[in-house]
């Protein structure tokens, strides 16, 4: 891995990790007038979760997201309220635009064994994307190749 790599790597971790605080404080700050019976609030901070691995354009990258302890109650279903962050939905292990690169390593003729290379390339790193993340996608395109090679084209040409 380049020099190059590393400190685009560096600053796409650390301009989530800025992302992701400031979206946290944003929803604190937005309920911090709604306190309990005791006159503290119900929406506060809690830590961070163990680290994870993110896949995206630029590798994979450490993510430590803030975590939020809402306690509100949603009076329509008597549900706690949760904060989902609309960066890091709570199972995102890899970017969407990261998934943009199988279609590509498909179109290089590149099979759910032989797929490291290629990742490498595009990502510096093979991690979060395994043969069963590319097999899957693939098996979809080959069907639909399979159905777009069989269509009746009579009805195209009349």
Not at 59 to 64: H, I, P, S, T
Not at 106 to 114: E, I, K, M, Q, V
Not at 126 to 154: I, N
């Amino acid at each position: 891995m380049s020099l190059l790599d590393e400190i685009v790597r560096e600053g796409a971790r650390r301009m989530l990790a800025a992302a992701l605080e400031a979206e946290v404080a944003a929803y604190i700050d937005a309920h911090a007038h709604e306190l309990d019976e005791q006159g503290r609030r119900l929406v506060v901070r809690n830590g961070h979760p163990q680290p994870r691995q993110l896949v995206t354009g630029a590798g994979a990258v450490e993510v430590v997201a803030p975590r939020v302890n809402d306690k509100r109650v949603d009076e329509a279903t008597g549900q706690r309220k949760r904060f989902s962050s609309a960066i890091l939905p709570p199972c995102c292990r890899k970017s969407p635009k990261a998934s943009d690169v199988l279609p590509l390593l498909y179109l290089n003729g590149l099979s759910g064994n032989d797929f490291a290379p290629g990742l490498e390339q595009f990502l510096g790193t093979s991690a979060g994307l395994s043969a069963a993340t590319v097999t899957r996608p693939t098996t979809q395109w080959q069907e639909e190749a399979r159905a777009f090679q069989a269509r009746d084209l009579a009805r195209i040409f009349h």
